[in-house]
């Protein structure tokens, strides 16, 4: 099985800041790499696809970078509803494994 | 607008059987592989199961191979997971996802699962 790891695992944030998180796969997953933002007692929603594709309606201050095993997820400027936990998830090969999450919380 | 509705959670005890269902609406569903994705109290999310467009491909997660099934109905737009032989470590909520562009695009709001004595 391909594993996810994330990191930071939680981190304190002001409104306006640049945010980054790092997601690494145990093994090459090609840009098969996908970010969700999950709110408390909510479904996750799908922010960035195969690395870097913005999903519809998303805003465009999320961005996602990389390839191969190493993959960031950016907000260019943290707005008051960004905080969340958010997941990275492979889906080169079964089990679509997730990462662990990365909480974002203010500061 | 797409939609997915979960239901049939509930508490089931340990080694019993619960049957969930999620209906979709205003999408091609036959179109679409779909996944069930759980998540423990407090915990993360993690892949249960996916199944293709016209059933015939399912794939599942380890821990719950040879006792939850993966099906469709593609004529009541719907997607099923039967779990058998349940656990306390099944104790989560439930979501259904569309697959997308290599991705999870439309989840629905999950039914939360309990197994307990």
């Not at chain 1, 409104?15 to 980054?20: Q, S």
């Not at chain 1, 201050?61 to 008051?80: E, K």
Request: aromatic share 10%.
């Amino acid at each position: 099985d391909i594993q996810m790891t994330q990191s930071p695992s939680s981190l304190s944030a002001s409104v306006g800041d640049r945010v980054t998180i790092t997601c690494r796969a145990s093994q090459s997953i090609a840009n098969y790499l996908n970010w969700y933002q999950q709110k408390s007692g909510k479904a996750p929603k799908l922010l960035i696809y195969s690395t870097s594709n913005l999903q519809s309606g998303v805003p465009s201050r999320f961005s996602g970078s990389g390839s191969g095993t190493d993959f960031t997820l950016t907000i260019s400027s943290l707005q008051p509803e960004d905080f969340a936990t958010y997941y990275c998830q492979q889906t080169h090969r079964t089990p679509r494994t997730f990462g662990p999450g990365t909480k974002v919380d203010l500061k | 607008e797409v939609q997915l509705v979960e239901s049939g959670g509930g508490l089931v005890q340990p080694g019993g059987s619960l049957r969930l269902s999620c209906a979709t609406s205003e999408f091609t569903f036959d179109k679409h592989w779909m996944s069930w994705v759980r998540q423990a109290p407090g915990k993360g999310l993690v892949w249960v199961a996916e199944i293709s467009g016209d059933g015939s491909v399912t794939h599942y997660v380890d821990s719950v191979k040879g006792r939850f099934t993966i099906s469709r109905d593609n004529a009541k737009n719907s997607l099923y997971l039967q779990m058998n032989n349940v656990r306390g470590e099944d104790t989560a909520s439930y979501y259904c996802a569309r697959h997308g562009d290599w991705s999870f695009d439309v989840w629905g709001q999950g039914t939360l699962v309990t197994v307990s004595s």
